[in-house]
């Protein structure tokens, strides 16, 4: 297991789920339930992939990002969310 996903997600359903895939399909995940223990996570651990939630409760998925998208050797990011807008998705995607 050379690849580290982090994934980003409040609602305690969907982060087991996603979870659970990620450990059939033998991929190592480390599960953050809010933006800032992300963060903390983002800024002293390797990931070659952040999977996020962009309605969290401390902060918005999108926020998140655009902190983070300053500094060097970002993982990409795959948002996942049920309450986006056709202009968000555009303005994540630009």
């Known amino acids: 297991m ?3 996903i982090c994934l980003i997600e409040d609602d305690e359903i969907i982060g087991e789920a996603l979870l659970e895939r990620f450990e059939v399909e ?4 480390d599960w953050y339930r809010d933006g800032a223990s992300a963060m903390r996570a983002l ?8 999977i ?3 309605n969290l409760p401390d ?9 983070l998208r300053s500094k060097d050797n ?8 049920g309450y986006g807008s056709i202009d968000q998705a555009v303005r994540l995607l630009k």
């Open 26 to 29: 033998d991929m190592a995940c």
């Open 59 to 67: 902060i918005s998925g999108e926020e998140l990002f655009s902190r």
């Open 43 to 50: 800024g002293t651990r390797t990931y070659c992939v952040v």
């Open 74 to 81: 970002v993982p990409p990011f795959l948002f996942i969310t």
């Open 52 to 54: 996020s939630d962009i």
């Open 2 to 4: 050379s690849c580290r």
